[in-house]
């Protein structure tokens, strides 16, 4: 039972450099959505994808790009990274926006 | 645009007394409501959810909420805690039943047990 897989669990990066989050799900899900933690401030939706091939941008999108290549997969990009990404970032699967979300075990990010 | 707010940051209660952590939200029709918990460096786990239909909903671990339009609230209850209850928790709200509503979290209470 793998349910939500993120990869990797843990990275540093250094200012400007890229990176891609990756994110599987085995559920079959439609819906997915990657999220950021910040001390007190919860988790803030970044990017979610309604189904495979649509992405729609949530609270906190700028700075990020995602791509929904299949309805397994839902990858987040950072393109040049900034120590304000420094964070903890969820990855989700649902089958609709109305029901459960499953989480994965989070990446933690720092940028230096 | 919804919105979830959770007024308590860190809420503290011994062991064996009851809890409520409270959330309101703002959203113009009939939400889809949700309790996470958070336990250290783990991921999120459903608690308990409301879609519809009687009003007070329960959960897994003991764990109760009771939603009020009126005032716009779905408050988590539990008659006793137990040490392991230690976590922070999370309200959420869906904009409805379809692959297209975003889901959006308040920023979190988080509860701590006294021996």
Known sequence: NAGVTQTPKFQVLKTGQSMTLQCAQDMNHNSMYWYRQDPGMGLRLIYYSASEGTTDKGEVPNGYNVSRLNKREFSLRLESAAPSQTSVYFCASGDRGGTEAFFGQGTRLTVV | ?115
């Not at chain 2, 959770?6 to 503290?12: L, M, V, Y």
Request: charged share 15%; hydrophobic share 35%.
């Open chain 2, 1 to 115: 645009a919804q919105s979830v707010t959770q007024p308590d940051i860190h809420i503290t209660v011994s062991e064996g007394a009851s809890l409520e952590l409270r959330c309101n939200y703002s959203y113009g029709a009939t939400p889809y409501l949700f309790w996470y918990v958070q336990s250290p460096g783990q991921g999120l786990q459903l608690l308990l959810k409301y879609f519809s239909g009687d009003t007070l909903v329960q959960g897994i671990k003991g764990f109760e909420a009771e939603f009020k339009r009126s005032q716009s609230s779905f408050n988590l209850r539990k008659p006793s805690v137990h040490w392991s209850d230690a976590a922070e928790y999370f309200c959420a709200v869906a904009q409805g039943y379809s692959s297209a509503s975003k889901i959006i979290f308040g920023s979190g209470t988080r509860l701590s047990i006294r021996p």
